[in-house]
């Protein structure tokens, strides 16, 4: 997810993030993985409000070994909420 620097502080990371978890339960997953760069601390304060949780590098993902120490991955349980 990428918000244009002119854009950030509108709300429309928080609308993008709502939607692509909406899309992803109605899609039926279980679990969402996600992985940025350390210095995009807005971007992580986004994910943790939405409950993803720091872990370690998870299989499957395509950060190079080498990038890991200048990275977060971060995991979220899905569950499904009524409206």
């Known amino acids: ?3 244009r620097p002119a854009a950030r502080r509108q709300g429309l990371g928080q609308s ?3 939607r692509l978890l ?3 339960r109605l899609l039926g997953f279980e679990k969402l993985r996600l992985d940025s760069a350390r210095f995009m601390t807005g971007a992580h ?3 943790r409000h939405a409950g993803f949780q720091e872990i370690e590098p998870y299989p499957g993902s395509k950060t190079p070994g080498d990038f890991h ?3 977060i991955f971060m995991e979220m349980e899905l ?3 009524f409206h």
Request: hydrophobic share 40%.
């Open 45 to 47: 304060q986004l994910y």
């Open 69 to 71: 120490k200048h990275w």
């Open 22 to 24: 909406q899309e992803a």
């Open 1 to 3: 997810m990428y918000v």
């Open 16 to 18: 993008l993030l709502e």
């Open 79 to 81: 569950h499904y909420h």
